[in-house]
């Protein structure tokens, strides 16, 4: 479409909506003759007869009427896309909304909010941690930070870095009960897991096109995975957690990375989703940048990860 033309459509549309050339020529401030040979001319460049023109009156033609609504919404789409440019252009402000799973707020997304806050002072942030998976249009959140395997229907997904999962124990604990070298020998074991992740028990991994599903037991249970973590850390039992939550200890050796032949099929990905009708705002665009610039593959939590060889 040609800049005239869409000139004319402006015009065409401002005659629609006060059903009167007078009306247009005085909110586009100019004279009711120039509204009228724009019509005619957008009319004739078309080949339709758009508005009915009576000395009373001005309507809209059958033809008129379908072409006022796509008109009205292409001029729409327009505006909001520079206004969309210019604010991106402008320094962020206002709130942000965001909601996130608690353990992963705590170690990674906090830190990451408080450098944006230092960044962009003019940005307050509010963050909601749950691990319930909090719907985006009902909770009025600018940005979902989410771990999983299944995205919604109806928002757009950032996909931002890999989540891995670790078997894994202490030193002292596998000193004590032995080194498990294979799935089925967990079976032998005290192995915590997080309930919602791991069900009815059995852990479960691939080896190239292998799947080993085993029942792993345990006298203790807990929907916490922090508190996994500490009673791993402190040589209680074997432990399948993602790397998030325990890559420092991997690296430094306070835990020992298990069965690392074998991948859990608990593996998931960490996305960034926000809905497809959301005005984009500076603020929204410049945490999706700083989203996607810390959370990449291979994350830094996993590199370097001290393997086990085992």
């Not at 009306?23 to 001319?41: F, K, N, P």
Request: glycine share 6%; net charge neutral; charged share 20%.
């Amino acid at each position: 479409m040609d800049t005239e033309s869409l000139s004319l459509i402006a015009v065409f549309v401002r005659v629609a909506r006060c059903m009167s050339f007078s009306g247009a020529a005085a909110e586009l401030h100019v004279s009711t003759g120039t509204v009228s040979r724009q019509i005619a001319r957008l009319e004739k460049k078309m080949g339709v007869q758009l508005l009915e023109r009576s000395t009373r009156k001005v309507g809209l033609t059958e033809i008129g009427k379908t072409f006022y609504e796509s008109s009205r919404q292409i001029l729409l789409l327009a505006e909001e896309s520079m206004s969309q440019v210019q604010d991106l252009q402008a320094e962020p402000s206002g709130t942000l909304r965001l909601t996130a799973p608690l353990l992963f707020s705590v170690k990674h997304l906090g830190p990451l909010i408080s450098r944006f806050t230092e960044r962009y002072p003019h940005v307050e942030v509010q963050l909601k941690v749950s691990d319930q998976l909090e719907s985006l249009p009902l909770g009025d959140f600018d940005i979902a930070v989410r771990i999983t395997n299944h995205l919604d229907d109806g928002v757009i997904a950032k996909r931002l870095a890999s989540i891995h999962w670790a078997v894994c124990a202490s030193p002292a604990y596998l000193a004590r009960y032995g080194t498990p070298t294979m799935p089925a020998d967990l079976t032998e074991h005290q192995c915590y897991h997080y309930p919602s992740v791991i069900k009815h028990g059995r852990w479960s991994f691939t080896r190239g096109d292998a799947l080993y599903n085993v029942p792993t037991h345990a006298r203790f249970h807990v929907n916490n995975s922090a508190i996994i973590a500490d009673h791993t850390l402190a040589g209680l039992g074997i432990a399948l957690l993602p790397t998030y939550l325990v890559g420092e200890h991997l690296q430094s050796g306070r835990l020992v990375q298990l069965l690392t032949g074998y991948t859990p099929t608990v593996n998931s990905a960490l996305y960034a989703l926000y809905l497809p009708n959301r005005y984009m705002t500076a603020k929204v665009h410049c945490f999706l940048e700083m989203l996607q610039t810390a959370f990449i593959d291979p994350p830094y939590w996993d590199k370097p990860l001290r393997q086990g060889r085992h």
